[in-house]
């Protein structure tokens, strides 16, 4: 069965293959519901409830020299049009809020794009 976010996610993957440069640290998540047996699993295995589709982390400053600057840690959600945050993401997302780290829902490849421009993610050619 096709999770609705699916779509998304995969262009969402293709663009951060492809734009991001390659100091950035971008990982997926792959943490959607499949069966109850599977969740206990997963969390059998340290899997945290409400950890969002994509993390990135990168360094601010002197980017390649790394003698000054610091590490920026920010979260992506991805979710359908009309796609709520579950109880345990709005956990999450207010655990990430009280660390001042960056967090954002995106319903589609342009509002990701934007906001990881917007949060200054290097790019490739930057």
Not at 61 to 66: D, E, K
Request: proline share 3%; charged share 25%.
């Amino acid at each position: 069965m096709q999770h609705p976010e699916d779509a998304l996610q995969i262009a969402t993957a293709q663009y951060v293959q492809m734009a991001l440069h390659p100091s950035v640290i971008a990982h997926h998540s792959e943490n959607e519901r499949q069966g109850a047996r599977a969740g206990a699993k997963a969390k059998a295995k340290g899997q945290l409830a409400g950890f969002p589709d994509w993390v990135f982390m990168w360094h601010e400053g002197r980017r390649f020299g790394w003698a000054e600057g610091h590490t920026i840690v920010a979260f992506i959600e991805l979710k359908s049009a009309k796609g709520v945050l579950s109880t345990s993401q709005k956990k999450f997302k207010a655990l990430a809020d009280a660390m001042d780290a960056e967090y954002a829902i995106c319903r589609d490849l342009t509002e990701f794009v934007a906001t990881i421009k917007a949060w200054g993610v290097p790019h490739r050619g930057e």
